[in-house]
């Protein structure tokens, strides 16, 4: 169905407004189901590169190693194929802000000399230093965060369940209604 048809059904049935959302629909939905770049963890990337080089290969194959284990991350790739071609140094600009510093240390490490294995553990340990800390400080904001669902949804069950039998008793010696029993 087009977008105007959806929207002639939407104005018949609910007046001018949902004739407009309806029309809107559409749009909406071709924007929410358009395929989106999976965002992949840096520690994974970190993590399969220490595994590659840790067996024993070279820094380009291990960074071709991941690309392919990690084929639906398209930068990844492409810094890999650059960096197989040209360079590591190369390939800086073709990475996101998330690869960048990555492809850096190692061809930092490649060209002084360094143990790269040992450079890629320093990053994946810092990496999981920072998401360690990350959730600290989520986990210490959770008692401000619960205030409201906690006072909106909980404080008013705890109000009626100890004030409604002194309430009903109240009406019931004020009116004489909810009488059980004669």
Partial sequence: MSSVMVGAVGLIVAGPVGGIVAGLFPVAWRHLRRPRDPEIP?????LLLLVELRSGLSVLAALTG??????????LRTVSRVARVSGLVAALPYGDERLRPIVA???RAQRSGASL????RRMLDSELAQERS?????ARTLPVR??????????????????A??????FED?????????
């Avoid at 619960?146 to 004030?163: A, F, K």
């Avoid at 004020?174 to 004669?182: I, M």
Wanted: no cysteine; hydrophobic share 55%; proline share 5%.
């Fill in 146 to 163: 619960l205030m409201i669902p906690v006072t909106l949804l909980m404080l008013p069950g705890l109000i009626l369940l100890i004030y």
């Fill in 174 to 182: 004020l009116t004489g209604a909810l009488v059980t029993g004669s």
């Fill in 117 to 120: 294995s040992g450079a890629v």
């Fill in 105 to 107: 240390q190692l061809a």
């Fill in 165 to 170: 039998p002194s309430l009903l008793k109240m």
């Fill in 42 to 46: 840096t520690t994974l990337v970190l």
């Fill in 66 to 75: 991941a690309s392919d284990a990690l084929r639906e991350d398209r930068r």
């Fill in 134 to 138: 990350r959730r600290i400080a989520r």
